[in-house]
């Protein structure tokens, strides 16, 4: 399976930036579709932490210190996961993965991974 993702990049504090990720159609539509980050090269992919995910229906689903500045959006026509990320602080350095989870437990296992996406917030 594989799990396209865009480029990440480097922005400024309080800066936007939108990841997306397209999918396979057969994995896009029956699968939760979510993102996680990593900001340590030693962490595994269950130790990722899970930013957000959208479930087939659309039901959303943030982390604490993301919500009210992050949007996970899919597209089911593209087959595409966005994440659109505003007022970004340095805490949001990390390692982003978009992920596809069929069963929508979102444990970090069983879970279809992308490659990684770099995004860097400096001051």
């Known amino acids: 399976v594989k799990l396209v993702p865009s480029w990440g990049g480097s922005v400024q504090v309080g800066g936007s930036l939108e990841l997306s990720c397209v999918a396979p159609?057969?994995?896009?539509?029956?699968?939760?579709m979510g993102w996680y980050r990593q900001t340590s090269a030693s962490q595994r992919p269950w130790e990722r932490e899970?930013?957000?995910?959208?479930?087939?229906?659309?039901?959303?689903y943030y982390r604490n210190s993301v919500k009210g500045r992050f949007t996970i959006v899919r597209d089911n026509e593209a087959n595409t996961v966005y994440l659109r990320m505003t007022d970004l602080k340095p805490d949001d350095t990390a390692t982003y993965f978009c992920a596809a989870d069929p069963a929508d437990q979102w444990t970090g296992f069983g879970v279809a991974w992308g490659q990684g996406t770099q995004v860097t917030v400096f001051s």
């Open positions: 159609e057969h994995i896009f539509t029956m699968s939760g």
């Open positions: 899970l930013v957000s995910t959208i479930d087939t229906d659309g039901v959303t």
